[in-house]
T-cell receptor, first 116, second 115 residues
Framework: GAVVSQHPSWVICKSGTSVKIECRSL??????MFWYRQFPKQSLMLMAT?????????EQGVEKDKFLINHASLTLSTLTVTSAHPEDSSFYIC????????????FGQGTRLTVV | KQEVTQIPAALSVPEGENLVLNCSFT??????LQWFRQDPGKGLTSLLL?????REQTSGRLNASLDKSSGRSTLYIAASQPGDSATYLC??????????????FGQGTTLQVKP
């Protein structure tokens, strides 16, 4: 299957700082990538849809100014958690697919963010 | 509202048993349904993808079925092994003008296979 790489796999940061997470499609081009958040023992919740060359589409309740998404190329999307707080501590995971609606979705390894 | 539900939340079986994981969804208008495996603290591994026009898909000891009209899918695991212990997630890509291809996930079933 296609490979989606996410970096870093874990990060610890201080409250008030910003953290950038990268999501790369290694062997295919992805015009659309998705960012999910997962709390302990819970399922994945979609945060936003990242579109190459245009603004991201955020789900209801997700703060656009706090979770900045940039999809500057067909193989890279970034999620920046700005002014992080302890409640932002979570597992963030991205996904991408090489084709349209009928194709398989592939996920990155996830990033464990801990804000202290 | 488009929702996905998985039952049970947790399951413990002895090694060698065949087992079934259940997934239900509220809207039969779907593109496809995908089953994933997630190990603790890890990302998701895609297991099977079933298109809306298909009834089932098989990969090794795994078989996934889809009954779109009743809004149900099952993941059948044959001859379970301790290495199958993980959380299994069902995700649906619903039809709709507002859908950008996103997946809606169930809560997952955490499986433990005891040696």
């Amino acid at each position: 299957g296609a490979v989606v790489s996410q970096h870093p796999s874990w990060v610890i940061c201080k409250s008030g700082t910003s953290v950038k997470i990268e999501c790369r499609s290694l062997d295919f081009q992805a015009t659309t990538m998705f960012w999910y958040r997962q709390f302990p023992k819970q399922s994945l919740m979609l945060m936003a849809t990242s579109n190459e060359g245009s603004k991201a589409t955020y789900e209801q309740g997700v703060e656009k100014d706090k979770f900045l998404i940039n999809h500057a190329s067909l193989t890279l999307s970034t999620l920046t958690v700005t002014s992080a707080h302890p409640e932002d501590s979570s597992f963030y995971i991205c996904s991408a697919g090489w084709g349209g609606m009928n194709t398989e979705a592939f996920f990155g390894q996830g990033t464990r963010l801990t804000v202290v | 509202k488009q929702e996905v539900t998985q039952i049970p939340a947790a399951l413990s079986v002895p090694e060698g048993e065949n087992l079934v994981l259940n997934c239900s969804f509220t809207d039969s208008a779907i593109y496809n349904l995908q089953w994933f495996r997630q190990d603790p603290g890890k990302g998701l591994t895609s297991l099977l993808l079933i298109q809306s026009s298909q009834r089932e898909q098989t990969s090794g000891r795994l078989n996934a079925s889809l009954d779109k009209s009743s809004g149900r899918s099952t993941l059948y695991i044959a001859a379970s092994q301790p290495g199958d212990s993980a959380t299994y997630l069902c995700a649906v890509r619903f039809l709709g003008s507002s859908n950008t291809g996103k997946l809606i996930f169930g809560q997952g079933t955490t499986l433990q296979v005891k040696p």
